[in-house]
């Protein structure tokens, strides 16, 4: 008999498993924000288009081969998975509900998955798909690709799985090698998760990633042009399936903007050339007093983990000593203060917006002290008495935030002998050359994820997708494992505590506070559940406009 999933929450506890024992037809998700509304709350209204803007073009249109947001914010329009996340106010509690897959079951080993896919789903009437059913070999064709080789950045990531069966059209069977404490997180990946179809790679050969016509998925909209540098364009799909909610999408267009400048972002908004973004905390009270009935949301945590990643290959950062130096020579709590104005808190090597994994403030503190005179004093033991000098990566064109924090960053620790030039990239320039190794240090965004796998097998262990810092401990990679497959959530927890304070020992990555953030809207954007969270969740879905 088999385990039959009914719901599942990514929360307090990481990946909570809500299971009822049955083979009968799976119960519905309770109802949410993102369904249809109740009888008080105003009447939707369809048509009309959304735009926004991000800072730079996507650096490839294959969906499996990149993890940036100017990416995914394409990928959540034109594509889906398996499973998604929940959309409304609650959207932070990572509630797992069906997309592509109306059930599925999970055996009592929790070794085999079962999903169960819906009927009818279409690709985008365009050739070469040219509006055929989704079945259940797309399902298997995408996955082995994900967890193929290069283009997909996955491979790691996915390893967990040993083999995928086609059981009938509308039936995929994954066999894991063990139980994954990560399974349905990765099932339900924002970065990573996409279903593609074979033909539309194949009919598009060695075009495939290269243009926008590669963003042929069963999604909400599909592709209608792009003209690099100013912006990409969506229509609605007419075949789309909902997602679970009938009459999605609710707008007819998404209008995606090239916009670099942070100054010219905030100018299109309040001109309304856009609909809502991501608000610079130094113009928060501009944007308060200057859109009258604006919406202002607040998000105090992130997921995402951003600091200096340090490459421990080169010299003289393979030296842990050095690395230990950087460490202590950073001053989280003014780079809060002085930069944030206060509205900031400090970070480790969990993201503090993943309060189920996240360590305490006053350990992460303790961790992570600025300590000038040990810094001084650990170079000398590592036979750099008198400093050294060297580069600071950081990306252009993709957050300011990231430049402004290079500068205290190099400020702080040339008083303590290390001597760095910031050293500016295009962020497609920045982000091949860290991939490849090519770098010292990196100032950037480093990893987005809802749970530990993502930062700890992708981040620290060799062969992950993200570790940049190219680390081989193998204390962490001894954790990492141990950590990977157990389901008892409070027994994982003290493992993955135990991997953020050995990180804090060896040092592959220096933490920056993470800033508070906001994000701004138009009074007529209706239903705009904005989330530091899960940020690759499909949200202009949802969205409608009432003008």
Not at 10 to 15: H, P, V
Not at 417 to 438: C, F, T
């Amino acid at each position: 008999m088999r385990l039959l999933q009914t719901g599942f929450v990514a929360g307090a506890l990481g990946l909570l498993l809500v299971m009822v024992a049955g083979c009968g037809p799976a119960a519905q998700p309770a109802a949410s924000p993102e369904g249809q509304p109740s009888a008080q709350a105003p009447q939707i209204k369809r048509g009309g288009a959304i735009r926004y803007a991000q800072n730079g073009d996507p650096p490839t249109f294959d969906v499996h081969a990149s993890s940036l947001g100017i990416l995914t914010n394409q990928t959540r329009a034109t594509h889906s998975r398996l499973t998604r996340y929940d959309y409304g106010k609650e959207r932070g509690s990572l509630l797992v509900v069906p997309d592509l897959a109306e059930r599925w079951e999970v055996s009592p080993d929790a070794k085999t998955w079962t999903f169960y896919l819906r009927k009818g789903v279409k690709f985008h009437n365009v050739a070469p798909a040219n509006g055929r059913e989704l079945v259940a070999e797309d399902i298997k064709y995408s996955f082995d690709r994900i967890r193929g080789p290069a283009p997909s950045i996955w491979t790691g990531q996915y390893s967990f799985i040993e083999s995928i069966e086609v059981a009938d059209k509308y039936t995929v069977r994954f066999q894991l090698k063990q139980p994954s404490a990560s399974a349905l997180y990765r099932f339900t990946d924002g970065e990573a998760a996409w279903i593609v179809g074979r033909d539309v790679l194949e009919g598009l050969a060695a075009n495939y990633g290269k243009t926008h016509k590669s963003l042929v998925g069963t999604g909400p909209f599909m592709a209608d042009a792009y003209d690099r540098g100013v912006a990409l364009k969506y229509k609605r799909n007419p075949d789309f399936f909902g997602s679970g909610v009938s009459g999605t999408p609710y707008v007819d267009e998404v209008e995606v903007l090239i916009i670099n400048d942070a100054a010219a972002r905030l100018a299109a908004f309040l001109s309304k050339q856009i609909d809502y973004f991501s608000v610079p905390l130094a113009d928060l009270e501009r944007v308060k007093s200057s859109v009258p009935g604006g919406q202002i949301i607040e998000n105090k945590g992130t997921n995402t983990l951003s600091g200096v990643v340090v490459n421990v290959s080169k010299p003289p950062f393979d030296n842990v000593k050095v690395r230990q130096a950087l460490k202590h020579g950073v001053n989280q709590q003014r780079i809060i203060d002085d930069l944030f104005k206060g509205a900031g808190s400090w970070n480790g090597f969990m993201p503090g917006g993943l309060s189920s994994w996240a360590m305490p403030q006053e350990e992460v503190k303790q961790l992570y002290r600025h300590d000038p005179e040990k810094a001084k004093q650990l170079l000398a033991e590592a036979g750099y008495s008198g400093g050294f000098k060297g580069d600071l990566l950081v990306f252009s064109q993709y957050s300011q935030v990231y430049i402004d924090v290079a500068e205290f960053l190099v400020a702080d620790l040339k008083k303590v002998g290390i001597d760095l030039a910031v050293k500016l990239e295009p962020v497609a320039a920045g982000r091949k050359a860290v991939e490849e190794g090519n770098f010292a240090l990196n100032n950037s965004a480093q990893i987005t994820g809802l749970e530990p796998d993502e930062f700890v097998k992708d981040g620290l262990v060799p062969g992950g997708s993200r570790n940049f810092g190219r680390l081989n401990d193998s204390k962490i990679n001894d954790l990492a494992a141990r950590q990977s497959v157990l389901v008892d959530a409070k027994e994982r927890r003290k493992i993955v505590d135990e991997i953020a304070r050995q990180v804090a020992e060896v040092v592959p990555f220096v933490p920056i506070p993470n800033q508070w953030s906001y994000n701004a809207a138009q009074p007529y954007v209706k239903n705009y559940f904005p989330d530091n969270v899960a940020t690759d969740e499909p949200i202009e879905t949802f969205i409608w406009l009432d003008k």
